[in-house]
Every structure is written in structure tokens, then in C-alpha cells.
């Protein structure tokens, strides 16, 4: 069974660009989330969906990240424009279903604004 | 909504020692999740649980729901096991993670 794939792995841009990162959950995962991760810190939700519908974007910075889940199965992030605090580890998980479902995670995508 | 805290934040020990993290939640959860992050690694689900007790190889979780409490052993550690653990409670407004509790175990 393939695995949670998130790409690209490492992005670097400059403060003020955008970025976008991709994500495509396990085959039949309903439940798709964003985190952020900042070095020496636990991840952070950004945004959770279920299906192509988000259930909690309470976190999300609306102002300069944004997220979709077309037709419910892939997602992608964007962040415009990036700020020097956006740098972190992004990480994209699924599960079969919401909070009891056992969890699983990409490799990650590290983002670095200079 | 939930909080969660988990001690030690770090944790150094020499190989063979027996390694206990512990996880405290606030708030009733329908399931606690233990997670595994490597170095440079992505993360890993080592275990889900609601009730009682789960053991996988050298490690062993447990959750007292009363206490709202979860606990997870390392029974004969290894170099290999020194990374991040994460645990996560699971409520019906979501995911609450601990910030983590960084091992590092010495041969």
C-alpha cells in the first residue's frame, strides 16, 4: 500500500515569494490534514478535511496560507506571500477516519524563507 | 479544548535502560495516539489506543482513562530508538499534540 507522498521535500525561497506544497493521502482516506512543524516544537494543525470539505481552519493564517482539496482526494498548500516565521516543516497525514483513525504521515516538506 | 503535556521534554539514557514517557490530556479523548519523529525524519504512528494496554516489539503503551494519563515504555533501549515522541490525544474537535519528548539513548 502506498504511502502518504508529499512533494517537494525541501523548498527554499525568499521572504515576500510563494510556495506551494502537494500532497496525496492514502488511497480512500477520507480525513486529510496540514501541519506545521517549527524545529524543537510538536506539530500544529493548519487545516483538516474531510472529503473536499474543511472541518477546522481555525488555525490557518487566512491572510497568507491558503489550502484546497479538489474532488477530495489530493490537497495542495500555498503560502503568499512567506514570511521568515514560515519556515518549518510542513506535513501533510490521513486517516481512514476523523480522531480514532490511526494516522498516517508524509515525509514532510521543509520550507527555509531567507 | 484539550491540553496536553508530556514530561520529560528530554530524556538521555544509557542502552538497555528501561525508558518510560509519560502524557497527560485535560480533556476525554476517543483515542491517544503515540508517535515516532526521527532526526530529519517524518513521522511514524506507533500506537492508537482507548483503553488498557498495547505492546508492539520492545515498546508498550498504556492509557488510564481516569487519570487521563498515557504512558509509553521502552523496554531494553537502543541507540536506534533516540528520536522525537510525540504523543496526540484525539477529541471530537480534533488533534491535540504534545510538544514532544526528545530521546536519546547512549551505547
Known amino acids: 500500500e502506498a504511502g502518504v507522498a508529499q512533494s517537494p521535500r525541501y523548498k527554499i525561497i525568499e521572504k515576500r515569494q510563494s510556495v506551494a506544497f502537494w500532497c496525496n493521502p492514502i488511497s480512500g482516506h477520507a480525513t486529510l490534514y496540514w501541519y506545521q512543524q517549527i524545529l524543537g516544537q510538536g506539530p500544529k494543525l493548519l487545516i483538516q478535511?474531510?472529503?473536499?470539505?474543511?472541518?477546522?481552519d481555525s488555525q490557518l493564517p487566512k491572510d497568507r496560507f491558503s489550502a484546497e482539496r479538489l474532488k477530495g482526494v489530493d490537497s495542495t498548500l500555498k503560502i503568499q506571500p512567506a514570511k521568515l516565521e514560515d519556515s518549518a516543516v510542513y506535513l501533510c497525514a490521513s486517516s481512514l477516519v476523523t480522531s480514532t483513525g490511526e494516522l498516517f504521515f508524509g515525509e514532510g516538506s521543509r520550507l527555509t524563507v531567507l | 479544548k484539550n491540553e496536553v503535556e508530556q514530561s520529560p521534554q528530554n530524556l538521555t539514557a544509557q542502552e538497555g535502560e528501561f525508558i518510560t514517557i509519560n502524557c497527560s490530556y485535560s480533556?476525554?479523548?476517543?483515542?491517544l495516539h503515540w508517535l515516532q519523529q526521527h532526526p530529519g525524519g517524518g513521522i511514524v504512528s506507533l500506537f492508537m489506543l482507548s483503553s488498557g494496554k498495547k505492546k508492539h516489539g520492545r515498546l508498550i503503551a498504556t492509557i488510564n482513562i481516569q487519570e487521563k494519563h498515557s504512558s509509553l515504555h521502552i523496554t531494553a533501549s537502543h541507540p536506534r530508538d533516540s528520536a522525537v515522541y510525540i504523543c496526540?490525544?484525539?477529541?471530537?474537535?480534533?488533534?491535540?499534540f504534545g510538544k514532544g519528548t526528545h530521546l536519546i539513548i547512549q551505547p
Open positions: 480533556v476525554g479523548i476517543s483515542a
Open positions: 496526540a490525544a484525539g477529541a471530537a474537535d480534533g488533534l491535540t
Open positions: 478535511f474531510q472529503n473536499n470539505g474543511v472541518v477546522d
